[in-house]
């Protein structure tokens, strides 16, 4: 692929594309903050589980 095909590939992509809607914009947040938490719980539980049981306070 030549400079050539890739600026007119890259010209068909920008006339095609949209701005996103507000609904649209506010549901990919919404799923982004959602992974978000849920990985993030994910890994509270898992520290929590490796502290409490494979590194036990030694007090």
Do not use: C, H
Not at 5 to 33: F, G, M, N, S
């Amino acid at each position: 692929m030549n400079l050539r095909e890739l600026v007119d590939a890259w010209r068909r992509i920008l006339i095609i594309v949209t701005k996103p809607t507000k609904d649209e914009y506010l549901a990919i947040l919404k799923i982004t903050l959602l992974g978000l938490i849920i990985i993030g719980i994910v890994s509270f539980i898992i520290r929590v589980v490796f502290y409490t049981f494979l590194f036990p306070y030694p007090g």
